[in-house]
């Protein structure tokens, strides 16, 4: 089974209440974003990073790399929070699509999933992973 739609995990919404997710620039926790072939299922139930249906690949290490953080900020009633974009330079590899998790704390726990749609493809150049505007309507992590 394939990608089925983008997803705020639902424990994560949990585990923000709980204070374990600090999204903080700087001073936060570390975030990674790990690609995945069109045989993962991930979904709103998902719960933490895994290997099972990661890709592989030229310029891919497992476990994905390292985000940058935006520091959350609010518009009107809504706050909201990103990650800078990502790139693979000189990668030759296939990917449906990504998990984000926290990469410091236990159990790597995660936070969105990503479904790029179609498989996305590179060959010895840039596999890139390009953000929504950070905004409080298009950012990926928003709370109304």
Same mark, same amino acid.
């Given at each position: 089974?394939?990608? $089925?739609?983008?997803?705020?995990?639902? $424990?994560f919404k949990q585990e923000l209440l709980q204070g374990v997710h600090n999204l903080t620039n700087g001073?936060?926790?570390s975030f990674k974003m790990a690609l995945y072939?069109?045989?993962? $299922?991930?979904?709103?139930?998902?719960?933490?990073?895994?290997?099972?249906?990661?890709?592989?690949?030229?310029?891919?290490?497992a476990g994905?790399?390292?985000?940058?953080?935006?520091?959350?900020?609010?518009?009107?009633?809504?706050?909201?929070a990103e990650f800078g974009d990502r790139n693979w330079p000189t990668s030759t590899i296939t990917a449906r699509g990504a998990l984000i998790y926290n990469d410091t704390a236990a159990g790597d726990p995660t936070l969105l999933v990503l479904d790029f749609?179609?498989?996305?493809? $590179?060959s010895a150049g840039d596999f890139s992973v390009v953000m929504p505007t950070y905004n409080a309507t298009s950012a990926l992590i928003r709370i109304a």
């Open positions: 089974m394939a990608f $089925s739609g983008n997803f705020m995990c639902t $424990s001073s936060g926790n072939t069109n045989s993962a $299922s991930f979904n709103a139930a998902t719960t933490a990073y895994t290997t099972s249906n990661e890709v592989t690949g030229t310029g891919y290490v994905g790399n390292a985000l940058t953080n935006v520091t959350p900020t609010k518009s009107g009633t809504t706050a909201f749609g179609s498989d996305k493809s $590179s």
